[in-house]
């Protein structure tokens, strides 16, 4: 009840500023600006806005190609904070795919796909200045790849997911973890371990805690229906999952539960969820939907859901990125392809399920604004979206970019 009336209450405060905004795009921020892309490359992950900038990973570039974690100010000055795969072997880890978490702590908490002990990923903190602690390496058993973010609980402890990978293995379908800030980990379920992975499979997408307490989330695969195959291998069409604190996962939602060949409910989920002031969950898939370009839903905690939206191609398509709430209310997200250029759009969902495109990317010359955004989007203090393209800038190595609602006419 509490988180509930702190988000009604971030609602009120910042509707006003949002809607006395123009409507205007800009690129903030093109990487790979330095000479061998030391300032970083190809960011995949979304932002975190905090007083001292926005704060964010990319996956490539930086002064070993590991990757980075950087800051920028609105203005489009960039501070490249650390450079991955600074250490031998890649001990503190290569490339991060999720952003960064916040804390009350002097420290940014985050996870790396590579690299650390084992080759496999790693979580880390970093501080404002640039000094690197690797908590956790994985391997030997406890998962591998973690290609979604942190969430901290309200009991303290932090709790994400391992992706898994092609590596083979027992966990190579993923897990759920906890861990504290020293890196004391338990997988509380490994996927896979139902028969024939209905229990879901590739969690990529960063969890979320319920108020309930239980955390949602997502898996790319599994799941009761089988979408595609490889070889020998069956693929499934991805969950919607809940897990208590304590690891007891109950399996909401298998995609493609309604048939024909683009599974009208939507395929493969590849980001989180959130849990919107209605109370329920919303999400994307990647792909399916009624012309097979992905689909927005909502999903109740047991587990009824709903498809609000199946994108048609030129109001965007394949959004790989999650939803946010913003303080007017509605939904805004990005779509990977699609739009009037098919390299991406940023879109905005009402609550009666009308979906607007705002912006399509790769409208300038040689794709400067950006194409193919990955992440969701943030909504700073000041009401403006900030978001990362992982192609298109001046170098074909990225951007951030900022988004000033209200009033605007769709491009």
Known sequence: MIRRFHRVTWLILFALASLTQAQTFRKVYSFCAEAGCTDGSTPYAGLLPTSSGLWGTTYLGGSNNGGTVFRVDEKGKLTTVYSFCSQSNCADGSGPYAGLLGSSSPYFYGTTELGGAEGVGTLFKVTIEGAITVFHSFGSGDGFSPYAGLVRAA??????????????????????????????????????????CSDGANPWGTLVEGEDGNFYGTTAAGGAHICKTRGPEKIGCGTVFKITPQGKLTTLYNFCSRGGLSCSDGVSPLAGLIEASDGSFYGTTSTGGTKAFGTIFRITATGKLTTVHS??????????????????????????SGGANDRGAIFRLSSSG???????????????????PHAPLVQAADGVFYGTTSAGGENNSGTVFSLSMAGGTRR
């Open 311 to 336: 994108f048609q191609g030129t109001d965007g398509a394949n959004p790989y990125g999650g939803l946010i709430q913003a303080s007017d209310g509605y939904f805004y997200g990005t779509t990977t």
């Open 354 to 372: 009308a979906v607007t495109r705002l912006y399509s990317f790769c409208s300038r010359a040689n794709c400067a604004d950006g194409s193919l």
């Open 155 to 196: 009991n303290k402890e932090f709790y994400g997911t391992t992706g898994g990978n092609e590596k083979g293995g027992p966990n190579i379908s993923g897990t759920v973890f906890k861990t504290d800030a020293d890196g004391r980990l338990t997988t509380l379920h490994q996927f896979c371990s139902e028969p024939n």
